[in-house]
């Protein structure tokens, strides 16, 4: 059963942490550092004879003093929280260990199970070609398929019908019309997740063949086991 990857799963928002802005921490230590020199200078110039009030003085330090310490408070809580939302995704994707995701990545081929590959080929295309290359980008086979999203099934041999090594295969769909080549297109292919990491506060997945993956680029999954 495949299930595609909507709504209704975990949002992409959850695995891709946001950028943590820095702007007001700099604009603020900027103004607390022109403020010191200001003071400085003005101190070291005063008229003996009008002096400078120091309260006020004191007290616009105290007033920046404040907000620099909200802000590195404020970056600080920022933080923490992007790593709560990382460790949640973490937790949530960790249930699609075991289950097949479908993504345009390489494909691994085991050397006795099919890869299955999702086609999207053009809606305005009569004439689809996938084709498949090894992991050194050479092309092995080059396999004509109706103008659908039908999933097809490489049963790991190359042009000469001879049987290809174990490993990662790429897979590339081109759409025809009036044999002109109007698209081209990394096809998805479906791998077993075999583990999920935390990397950069990223979730990755671990694919069959120990290829990496961002848990947003995943499209649909499923269990082969139903």
Request: charged share 20%; proline share 4%.
């Amino acid at each position: 059963m495949t299930t595609p990857v909507t709504s209704s799963e975990p949002s992409a928002s959850l695995f891709t942490t946001p950028t943590t802005s820095t702007s007001s921490e700099t604009v603020i230590t900027s103004d607390f550092e022109t403020f010191l020199r200001l003071l400085t200078t003005q101190a070291q110039n005063q008229d003996p004879l009008e002096p400078i009030d120091s309260t006020e003085y004191a007290s616009q330090l105290a007033q920046f003093s404040m907000v620099e310490q909200q802000v590195q408070a404020n970056d600080l809580l920022s933080g923490l929280q992007e790593q709560l939302l990382s460790l949640s995704s973490l937790s949530t994707v960790t249930q699609w260990v075991g289950l097949d995701g479908r993504a345009a990545v390489d494909g691994y081929f085991d050397g006795t199970n099919p890869v299955v590959v999702s086609p999207n080929p053009s809606s305005v295309a009569d004439d689809v070609r996938l084709i498949i290359a090894d992991s050194n980008g050479n092309e092995i086979n080059r396999v004509s398929l109706p103008a659908s999203t039908e999933d097809y099934e490489w049963d790991g041999r190359d042009a000469n019908d001879n049987p290809v090594a174990v490993g990662n295969y790429g897979f590339t769909l081109e759409s025809y019309q009036n044999d002109e080549l109007i698209g081209s297109t990394t096809a998805e292919v479906y791998g077993r997740i075999r583990e999920t990491q935390l990397l950069n506060n990223q979730v990755v997945l671990i694919m069959d063949g120990g290829s990496a993956i961002n848990s947003t680029e995943v499209t649909a999954l499923r269990d082969t086991s139903l």
